[in-house]
């Protein structure tokens, strides 16, 4: 077994699309209509669905709005330099609620963006690059 998709339901398509690939860097996937059932489905991700987990979008159209709800998390993607990441989504019009930084009773440096629909994505520093260990070396030797 393997995990194939986790999908969202999203007011505006455009919007999330625009978010998901052109401020997260995703790549749209596929996309298609379906009249009968008045939706749309759009699935992106970095990599092929033959290899890797991918988000699927899901329009429902007309629908402009959706409750979270208080049972959903968050998506989590692993980022090699996690300031340099968040200073590219907001220059990109991407807000990110919660800034660089360790999380709380850990080490783990973490960061939280939230997309056109309140889905909150948690952003993790993978390796060393980066963390806030090696962020307060480079700005102490400056």
Avoid at 5 to 34: A, E, P, W
Avoid at 55 to 84: F, R, S
Wanted: aromatic share 10%; with cysteine.
């Amino acid at each position: 077994m393997r995990l194939l998709h986790t999908m969202l339901r999203v007011g505006n398509l455009d919007k999330s699309l625009d978010f998901y690939c052109n401020i997260l860097g995703m790549n749209l996937l596929r996309q298609k209509d379906y009249p009968g059932g008045e939706f749309t489905l759009a699935f992106v991700g970095y990599g092929d669905e033959s290899e890797t987990a991918v988000i699927e979008l899901t329009y429902n159209w007309g629908k402009d709005h959706y409750d979270l709800g208080d049972g959903y998390g968050h998506i989590a993607l692993g980022v090699d330099d996690i300031y340099g990441v968040c200073e590219q989504i907001k220059a990109k019009g991407g807000t990110v609620t919660r800034e660089p930084g360790p999380m709380k009773h850990g080490s783990t440096v973490i960061a939280f963006v939230q997309d056109p629909d309140g889905y909150k994505i948690e952003l993790i520093q993978l390796g060393t690059q980066g963390s806030a260990t090696e962020k307060e070396k480079a700005t102490a030797a400056s």
